[in-house]
Structures are given as structure tokens and as C-alpha cells.
């Protein structure tokens, strides 16, 4: 009786210190998502400018002979994935629905781009071609951290090598839902319906293509850092919701 009494009190302890462990983890990332929520939510606007200004310019007469890497397709048969993950486990099932979402789309003919250590962990048991991993980091990306990314790209895409760029995240809904998400970069495709402002009398200086060879590159990097900051906003997200939840496990163990 004593033994098992004995066994009961250290149980009980270790659920006790779990469940501290949890909460103190599940308040790290509380703190660290509301930075993260500010970030995408300052984006948003300033992407969808970007990409507004982007498709009128694409939308006008002076555009049909423009010519770019980012918006005609090469020959090359091949393709690039960035795939995001995090660098940590202890976050639900996050990584493990983008890795189902990231066996889907396996292929030979496509490199691949990791960003997070779980991600370049499950690319080792895939047929994909892998180029390059980063680190996902604990912090908010910066946009600085796109310029290997970007360099790593433009030499694919303008050596041929690659025709088209996809992404694939963890795109954030709210606090309880986070689902992947594959989003296609490149090429920049002309969206349907959309009509150039012709009203009014609009004057582009120095040229609608001047503009459009300073612009394209500057959009292709802000679509791909708003991936980058959903990415990590989710992470934090269902991290905090997974320790809520393993701290509140721990302390009914206790009461039981």
C-alpha cells in the first residue's frame, strides 16, 4: 500500500511539472503570435497594392510586348517547391498535415526548397530534387531573410533550369485553424477580367516597362514573404493551442 501510495505521489509530480512546462511554453507563444498577427495584418494591405498595381500594369497595350523572365515561361520542363515547415515539433499535427500535402506532390522533376528542419528531415524520404534548405528560426522572418532564397531562384529561372515556382505553407485563418496552402509565384500570370484604367488620363514615368522591370521582382518577393509570416504565425498558433491543451491533460491526470 505504501509502494503504490509512493508510486501515486510521483506521478502525480511529474503531471504537475508537465503541466508547468506547458503552460509556460503555451505563454512563450502567445506572446510571440500577437507580433506575428500585427505583421500579416500590416502585409495584407500593402501586398494586395502591390499586386493591384502589378496586374493594371500587366492589363495595358504597352505591356503585350514586355518582355521578362518572371512572366514568359522558358522550355525547361522542370519546376521549383518551397516548402515551409518549423524548425520544432510540439506544435499538433501542423507538420504532419503539410507533409501530407507535401508527399502529394512529389516529383522527380521538381527542386525542392526547404525552410524548417522538419521539413528538410521529411525531404530525405521523397523523390524530389532537394537544392538548398534554411532554417525556419524562432523569431519573426525578416524580410532580409529572402535574399538567398530570391538569388537561389532568379539563377534557376534565368539559366533555364526552371520554369515555374510554387509554395507550399501553412497558411493562417484564425487562432484554431491553420491549413497548408500551395500558392503559385512564378510565373506572374495576367489575371483574367482585369481591365487597365483607361478613363483616366494616367501618365507612367519613365515607361510602363521600366516600371514593370523594377516591380516584378519587388512582387514576387512580397507574395513570398507574406507565405513566410502566415507560416510562422501559424506555427505559433497551434503551438500554443497543443500546450493549452497538454497543460489542461496534465492536471485532470493529477485530479485523477
Known amino acids: 500500500m505504501a509502494q ?4 501515486l505521489r510521483r506521478r502525480i509530480k511529474t503531471a504537475q511539472n508537465i503541466s508547468k512546462i506547458a ?25 494586395a497594392k502591390i ?3 502589378t ?26 517547391l518551397i516548402a515551409v515547415a518549423s524548425d520544432k515539433g510540439l506544435c499538433g499535427s501542423l507538420n504532419t498535415n503539410l507533409m501530407k500535402q507535401l508527399f502529394e506532390l512529389e516529383n522527380p522533376n521538381t527542386y525542392l526548397i526547404t525552410l524548417g528542419r522538419k521539413v528538410e528531415l ?10 538548398a534548405s534554411y532554417p525556419m528560426g524562432s523569431t519573426l522572418p525578416a524580410y532580409s531573410d529572402l535574399h538567398n532564397i530570391t538569388v537561389l531562384i532568379n539563377e534557376y529561372i534565368e539559366q533555364n533550369k526552371a520554369s515555374k515556382v510554387e509554395i507550399l505553407y501553412t497558411g493562417f485563418e484564425s487562432l484554431f485553424t491553420q491549413k497548408p496552402e500551395v500558392k503559385k509565384l512564378l510565373p506572374i500570370v495576367p489575371e483574367e477580367g482585369i481591365v487597365a ?17 523594377k516591380l516584378l521582382p519587388h512582387y514576387f518577393e512580397v507574395e513570398l514573404y507574406q507565405s513566410l509570416i502566415e507560416a510562422y504565425t501559424s506555427e505559433q498558433a497551434a503551438r500554443m493551442i ?14 485523477e
Open 4 to 7: 503504490n501510495l509512493q508510486q
Open 23 to 47: 503552460k509556460a511554453m503555451e505563454m512563450i507563444a502567445a506572446s510571440k503570435i500577437k507580433k506575428a498577427q500585427n505583421a500579416v495584418a500590416s502585409n495584407k494591405p500593402y501586398s
Open 51 to 53: 499586386r493591384d498595381l
Open 55 to 80: 496586374q493594371n500594369l500587366l492589363a495595358t497595350k504597352a505591356a503585350t510586348t514586355f518582355k521578362h523572365p518572371y512572366i514568359q515561361t522558358n522550355t525547361s520542363d522542370k519546376s521549383i
Open 122 to 131: 521529411a525531404a530525405a524520404k521523397t523523390k524530389f530534387n532537394l537544392i
Open 197 to 213: 484604367n483607361t478613363e483616366r488620363a494616367v501618365i507612367v514615368e519613365p515607361s510602363t516597362e521600366t516600371l514593370l522591370e
Open 242 to 255: 497543443a500546450m493549452q491543451n497538454a497543460t489542461e491533460n496534465a492536471l485532470e491526470i493529477v485530479e
